[in-house]
C-alpha cells in the first residue's frame, strides 16, 4: 500500500513510557514501543496483564497518567479518539441491529459526509474484502457470529484508517470458526495493508497470525519478537510458560526450558550423540490424536512433558505406559536458557 517516503521508516505506532493506574492497580507500567507500518502486531498475556488498557490509550478512549502516544510521527496524546486515525473492532460485534449490513458499514463514511456513490462502491469492496460479497441487505440478527465479526471488520476498515486495533475480536466464537478466521483475518491484513494491533490472550492465535508479538505480565511487556523468537527462544521462564508449555529444568545452579517436541523417549540402543539425556519415571500420558502427551518427572523433582506425534501407536499402547521408568532426549541446542521470573507458576493454568 501507500506509505510516503518520509514516513516509511517511522514506526506507525510509537509509546514512550505509557503508565496507566486504577487507584492502587498499576494496569500499564511505563511500556515503550514501536509498531512497524503494515504490521500484523499483537499484544499476548493473561487476563488482566494490561492488554485492553493499552489499545484503550491508543484509540484515545482513556488517558495515559504519564508517556506518550505518537501516530506515524504525530504525537496524539492529547487528541480525542475521533481525531485519532484510528479504529477499533472489539470482542461482542456492536453492530447496529436496526440497520442493514451495508448501512452499517456505511456508517463511518456517512459521518465523514462521503459522497452516495463513493459510499456505495467502498462499501462493497469492504464487504468483498471481507467474504461478505452481496450481504449488504441483510440484517445483523439473520448473521452467524462469525459473518457478524466480518461485517464489523468491514465496517472498520472502510475508511482505511491508519492503524486498526482488535481487541480479542475472535474471542466469543468457537474453536474451529476461530481457527478458520485467524487465517483469512491475517490473508485481509494483507490484502488492505492497514497496521494491525490484535490483542489476545490466546498464545496459538498470536502465533498463527502475528509478524510480531509482544508478551505481557502485570502490565510489562516480558518479551517482543517474532512468534518462532518468542517461541524457541523464550527471554525468561514467564513466556517460556505463557507460549506453549512451560517446561523448566533447574541444573547446576540455571533455570532451562524445552518446548516438548523436541524431545524424544529414548529405546534401547538409541544412538544419544550430541542429545541431553534425562532419566525420569512417565507420570501420566495424555492422548491427543495427533499427539500423546507424555508427563515425565525427572530424577531432580522437575517435571518435563514430551509430545509424541501418533505416526504409529494407539492409545492404548501408550497407556501401559504410565510409571515406567524411561529416559529422555533432545538436541543440546534446543536447551534454552531462560531467566527466573516471578510470574512463573501462575502462568501455567492454560497448558495446552
Ligand atoms: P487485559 O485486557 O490484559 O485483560 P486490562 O487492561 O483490562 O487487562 O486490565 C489491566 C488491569 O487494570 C486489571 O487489573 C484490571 O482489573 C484493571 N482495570 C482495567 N480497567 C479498569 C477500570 N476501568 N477500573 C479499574 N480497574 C481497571
Ligand atoms: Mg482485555
Redesign the pocket.
Known amino acids: 500500500m501507500e506509505s510516503s517516503s518520509e514516513n516509511g521508516s517511522r514506526p506507525d505506532v510509537h509509546l514512550v513510557g505509557l503508565r496507566?493506574t486504577?487507584?492502587e492497580?498499576v494496569?500499564?507500567d511505563r511500556v515503550d514501543l514501536d509498531i512497524r507500518r503494515g504490521e500484523f502486531f499483537t499484544m499476548l498475556?493473561?487476563?488482566?496483564?494490561?492488554?485492553?488498557?493499552?489499545?484503550?490509550m491508543i484509540a484515545g478512549f482513556e488517558l495515559p497518567d504519564e508517556g506518550r502516544v505518537e501516530l506515524a510521527g504525530t504525537d496524539v496524546t492529547d487528541l480525542a479518539a475521533y481525531d485519532r486515525d484510528v479504529n477499533t473492532v472489539f470482542q461482542d460485534y456492536a453492530l447496529f441491529p436496526h440497520m442493514t449490513v451495508g448501512d452499517n458499514v456505511e456508517y463511518g463514511l456517512r459521518v465523514a459526509k462521503v459522497g452516495k456513490d463513493d459510499r456505495r462502491k467502498r462499501r462493497a469492496e469492504a464487504l468483498e474484502m471481507v467474504r461478505l460479497p452481496g450481504y449488504d441487505d441483510r440484517k445483523p440478527n439473520e448473521l452467524s457470529g462469525g459473518q457478524r465479526q466480518r461485517v464489523a471488520l468491514a465496517r472498520a476498515i472502510v475508511n482505511q484508517p491508519r492503524v486498526l486495533l482488535l481487541?480479542e475480536p475472535l474471542g466469543a466464537l468457537d474453536l474451529k470458526l476461530r481457527e478458520q478466521l485467524q487465517i483469512e483475518l491475517k490473508q485481509i491484513q494483507r490484502e488492505v495493508g492497514i497496521t494491525f494491533v490484535y490483542?489476545t490472550?490466546d498464545q496459538e492465535e498470536a502465533l498463527t497470525m502475528s509478524d510480531r508479538i509482544a508478551v505481557?505480565n502485570e502490565?510489562r511487556i516480558e518479551q517482543v519478537g517474532e512468534p518462532e523468537s518468542v517461541y524457541e527462544r523464550p527471554a525468561n521462564s514467564f513466556v517460556a510458560g505463557f507460549v506453549g508449555v512451560s517446561n523448566v529444568i533447574h541444573r547446576d545452579g540455571g533455570t532451562f526450558t524445552v518446548r516438548p517436541e523436541k524431545v524424544r523417549l529414548l529405546a534401547p540402543g538409541d544412538p544419544t550423540e550430541g542429545l541431553v539425556v534425562e532419566e525420569g519415571r512417565i507420570a501420566d500420558v495424555s492422548y491427543a490424536g495427533m499427539v500423546t502427551r507424555f508427563h515425565i518427572e525427572l530424577e531432580g523433582g522437575d517435571r518435563l512433558q514430551v509430545a509424541r506425534q501418533n505416526l504409529e501407536q494407539t492409545s492404548h499402547e501408550d497407556e501401559g505406559m504410565r510409571g515406567e521408568r524411561v529416559k529422555v532426549a533432545w538436541r543440546r541446542e534446543h536447551t534454552v536458557a531462560v531467566a527466573e521470573q516471578q510470574g512463573v507458576g501462575q502462568s501455567t493454568e492454560e497448558e495446552t
Open positions: 496507566k486504577y487507584g492497580v494496569a500499564v498475556g493473561p487476563s488482566g496483564s494490561g492488554k485492553t488498557t493499552m489499545l484503550r481487541d490483542v490472550h505481557f502490565g
